[in-house]
């Protein structure tokens, strides 16, 4: 069965770096598209960042772009989510995606808090 699972979520203070892992097993990565999806205190679940099949093309929000990189490795089946100068405004559980023709998969989610 498909799995995608999410690690590298804690505690941090505002300023710091942390990076999330994405392995999937059950698919193959590469016929998918990847993406970091959070959801903070509202309801709403919002994209942070995505990367085509090849890992040519990543687009990220706005309010994270010059802090957060998005990258894969294909042949390992994991997708990363480098985060640095997190702030408060960081809070979430991060939910990796996987979307494509095959169909769309969803990681349980991992909590990155960003408090002094």
């Known amino acids: 069965q498909v799995q995608l699972v999410e690690t590298g979520g804690g505690l941090v203070k505002p300023g710091e770096s942390l990076t999330l892992s994405c392995e999937a097993s059950?698919?193959?990565?590469?016929?998918?598209?990847m993406s970091w999806f959070r959801q903070g205190p509202g309801p709403e679940r919002e994209l942070v960042a995505f990367i085509t099949r090849a890992g040519d093309i990543t687009k990220y929000r706005d309010s994270v772009t010059g802090r957060f990189t998005i990258s894969r490795d294909n042949a390992k089946n994991l997708v990363y989510l480098q985060m640095n100068s997190l702030t408060p405004e960081d809070t979430a559980v991060y939910y990796c995606k996987a979307g494509g023709t095959d169909g769309v998969y969803w990681g349980q989610g991992t909590q990155v808090t960003v408090s002094s």
């Open positions: 059950g698919l193959m990565i590469s016929n998918f598209v």
